[in-house]
């Protein structure tokens, strides 16, 4: 029934306009071509006149409607240092960019609207003007320039990797179908070795246990901390398809590439409370959490530095999601101090375990003791 | 005006009798041999003039049908909690209804949905549907040739195409579904059936239906070229020759040197697929099975693949310039303004397009270093748009603009090419590219720059060519309705789009609700949904408008109705096969003398008089 209501609603739609077709122009035969020709200009240089108000008035509103949602305006300030620089060179190319766009359609408009047909009119014969032309050549030309020089610098500042003998933390992200994995180098620092082809259920990142940096490296299931001042440089790495390192509020984003490990520098200068309480004065953020809920937590008290993936890289690219805290360095140690060592709570003792017999002389007593209660029961792991 | 041309007719026929450039085409011509039945006429003609016709309908039925996919997905993105059990009749198992009884669109669906609307606006519509059909109609008209080069490769650049469109159409049908790692096709993703159920069978058709895409363009393109250099009519030099057929014949230019660069990418991507070889795999493990492929690497392709994809763009606007550049010129019934620049501004960005490619791939994991140059290329390309943008608006000024479908949306075409251009800026600079790559700032981007606006060019070229294909006018009253309607629903569309980039709303999710940062854009992406269906209805008043235009429009009663100065107002109201009955007409001046002097334009084919400036020198 809805069906043939919907079809039967289209065929007239069909017909109505048809017959507007046939109205009209049975209307302009009667009023005669230059007399159409003549009302058209004049409605339709109105016409163009009312968009151009409209248009510019409507840009307006809505991007201040919206300036406390955007990135790099209102609370959503970076929360990393070279984010700011980021951001500072959008704004100045909005500037330029806006100014172009807001002449350039009041000239488009309302020459149309200016110049429309009217009877007598002499349309000016003007072919062309070298030096109007040299000016508007080179107008561009200088305002590139300096967006390029502007932009060169920032982007090779912000791409750099890190020197000798600076200070930092390496961790490593890998994506796969469709999740993120964390690695954190553990008290050495230094991320261990990885080699594809040990990978297994058990091992899922393939690490290579021979390597003594992986025996106190870590893989934290839930929520990740990095420590707020301090410069990070994240390992990148896929094991399937591309995936894509995105933390927006830190303004980075890289390329997960399969085969070749890629990186990201970036320093966190705001900690997760801090940027909480940059969003509580805002309307926007003082909305339930939750809607279903009217009297449960603010937005802004829920707030997280969330982690995406922005590379298609199949049905759950959309739910790639991690969170990252940042906080003060004292809370991030003692954080530290919680995290096990993948190597030998999952691994030592096992009967996959490539450094079986061996004194590796890095043991807790506790890993111990779980080790020789589970050695003989131990069934190997299936790829 | 009416006075004017037929005046200048008589004039026309007495100057085509005595300058015109008689190649004895009448004595030759019993009757057509080629073209004596229905089916060689309508559908394996060789005339260049069908062939456009048949690229212009079947590239509005791939628009359509591109443009349905993405109300389909937009409909799963705005509004995530509607029931869509009513889509089960036409998509069958990929509306997945949960245990409540709702109707979703399967994920890997949505995916599959995004990927075809790419490919077929881009290919298909867009470059198939807009240089196919213009240059094939107007490269022989204007230049003054009986018909292309050679008119049997040009049908088969058709048939090509007809054949390739047919490919992707099968796929649609494949139970595990067509192809669904997005229209650039990124290796592993596409190269692996593991990783996607697209990737199988849907990847394969794919790739066969973009191989003989890749012939089609071919075949036109070297078409196009040969007949824009050698069948120029007596007088036609290259400075005369209408702006249309400068950007016509760099676009074939273009697509010649760039698209066998795409066809070498996917023939290393088969071989990956199905010899086993690795040139875009490494160190890969998928589904838990470790691949033994290594040394690799899925940039490779990136490099290939926008190689073809970068100047693709500008295979798919600079038509639309082109024809912008001559619809303004003749409703403001004034020259274009700064002819020459305009030459060179789309040579200028032809040359550049092939050396910006890697500015799609600042964050794929390139050398930093090497973007540098790749910044500053892609930013220079603004110079040359700007001068455009500043002579079609130097055009209007000063005239005596006529306001119809056709120079209104040339006018939308301005307006969408400044706001599409001028974000291009953003990301064009890597900087600020780190922030915006892949975000919905993109999407609105070229959707603005280079899927509106190419296809308001179009839209131009096809209202203001449609006497000239078809004896008859479109409606002009629903052809300013589609205008005003498809220009401010345009906007309400994409213009919101900048701000859910801006606020880092990456693109191709099928829900945004996952992330506390993005969620709050629920309610806007409802409103870009819905001004998206009303701006696809509003297609629909064109499609009927052009089909009830076509058998019952207006008729044409003069030969040169818009008073236009270009050749192929001077062929009769329904040319025949040749084009010309008697002599080609010989060209004595460029195509942009409107109003000069006391006369209102004056055709290609009037003598200079003494001493009068000739512009086309």
Known sequence: MTTLIIIICVILLMVVLVQIARVTELTAVIKGEREVLRDNSLWNGWLSLIFLVLFLIGVFISSWNYRNLMLGYGPLQSASEHGSVLDSLFNVTLIFTGIVFVLTHIALFWFAYKYRYQEGRKARFMAHDTRLEMIWTAIPAVVMTVLVVRGLNAWNTVMADIKEGEDYIEIEATGQQFNWMIRYPGPDGKLGARDYTLTTAGNQLGQDFTDPKNWDDFIPSQEFYLPVGKKVRVRITAKDVLHNFYLPHFRVKMDAVPGMPTYFVFTPVKTTTEFRNDLRPYEEYNTPYDPADPNGPKRWEKFEYELACAELCGKGHYSMKRIFKVVSQEEYDAWLKTQESFYLTQVRGKADDPNAGKDLGIESEKVQEAAADTTAAQAPAVL | ?617
């Open chain 2, 1 to 617: 005006m009416a006075n004017v041309v037929t005046a200048a007719e008589t004039l026309e026929e007495k100057l085509t009798q005595e300058i015109g450039y008689d190649d004895h085409f009448h004595e030759h011509h019993h009757g057509d041999k080629y073209q004596s039945n229905f089916i060689t006429t309508y559908i394996f003609s060789t005339d260049h003039k069908i062939i456009a016709r048949q690229f212009l309908i079947t590239g509005m039925f791939w628009a359509l049908i591109g443009a349905g996919m993405s109300i389909i997905f937009r409909l799963q993105l705005g509004f995530p909690e509607a029931d869509l059990v009513w889509l089960q009749p036409l998509l069958g198992k990929w509306i997945q209804v949960n245990e409540a009884g709702i109707g979703k669109l399967d994920p890997e669906f949505y995916y599959a949905l995004v990927t075809m609307h790419g490919t077929i606006l881009v290919f298909f519509v867009l470059t198939a549907g807009l240089s196919g059909t213009f240059s094939n109609l107007l490269i022989p008209l204007q230049v003054g040739a009986r018909d292309m080069a050679s008119p049997l490769l040009n049908a088969f650049s058709y048939w090509f195409f007809f054949l390739s469109g047919l490919v992707m159409f099968i796929s649609l049908f494949l139970s595990t579904g067509p192809f669904s790692g997005g229209w650039v096709a990124y290796p592993p993703l596409s190269a692996l059936p593991q990783a996607s159920d697209g990737s199988g069978a849907g990847m394969t058709l794919w790739i066969v239906s973009m191989s003989l895409f890749v012939v089609s363009v071919l075949l036109g393109g070297v078409n196009y070229i040969t007949t824009v250099l050698n069948l120029r009519t007596k007088g036609m030099s290259m400075w005369r020759l209408p702006l249309t057929i400068w950007a016509f014949f760099i676009t074939a230019i273009i697509a010649l040197l760039s698209f066998p660069v795409l066809f070498s990418g996917l023939l290393l991507l088969t071989f990956d697929r199905s010899l086993g070889t690795s040139f875009y795999l490494s160190e890969i493990v998928v589904g838990g099975q470790i691949l033994d492929r290594v040394g690799g690497s899925p940039i490779l392709f990136q490099h290939l693949f926008w190689f073809l994809g970068h100047p693709e763009v500008y295979i798919i606007i600079l038509p639309a310039m082109g024809i912008v550049s001559e619809v303004l010129s003749v409703h403001a019934r004034k020259p274009i303004f700064g002819y020459r620049a305009m030459v060179f501004s789309i040579l200028a960005i032809a040359f550049l397009s092939f050396i910006v490619w890697a500015h799609h791939m600042f964050m794929s994991g390139v050398n930093p270093f090497i973007s540098n140059f790749f910044v500053i290329f892609t930013l220079i390309i603004a110079v040359p748009s700007a001068v455009k943008v500043f002579n079609w608006i130097s055009t209007i000024y000063g005239s005596n603009f006529r306001f119809n479908a056709a120079s209104l949306f040339g006018i939308g075409f301005v307006s969408m090419f400044i706001s599409g251009g001028l974000t291009g800026i953003f990301l064009g600079n890597s900087a600020i590219d780190i922030q915006l790559h892949d975000t919905y700032f993109v999407v609105a981007h070229f959707h603005i720059v280079m899927g509106i606006a190419a296809f308001f060019g179009m839209f131009a070229g096809i209202y203001h060519w449609f006497p000239k294909m078809f004896g008859r006018f479109m409606n002009e009253t629903l052809g300013k309705i589609h205008f005003w309607g498809t220009m401010v629903g345009a906007y309400l569309i994409f213009w919101p789009m900048h701000y859910t980039g801006m606020a880092g709303v990456p693109r191709r999710y099928y829900s945004i609700e996952n992330f506390d940062s993005f969620r709050h854009f629920v309610g806007l992406n409802k409103f870009i949904t819905v001004a998206a269906i009303v701006v696809f209805f509003l297609q629909i008043v064109f499609v009927i408008n052009f089909f009830y235009s076509m058998w019952k429009g207006r008729k044409q009663t003069v030969k040169n109705p818009w008073g236009a100065t270009t050749l192929e107002w001077t062929t009769p109201i329904e040319p025949g096969h040749g084009n010309w009955p008697g002599n080609i007409p010989a060209v004595q001046r460029w195509a942009y003398d409107y109003n000069k002097d006391d006369r209102e334009f004056v055709p290609q084919y009037v003598p200079l008089a003494e001493h009068e400036h000739d512009h086309g020198h």
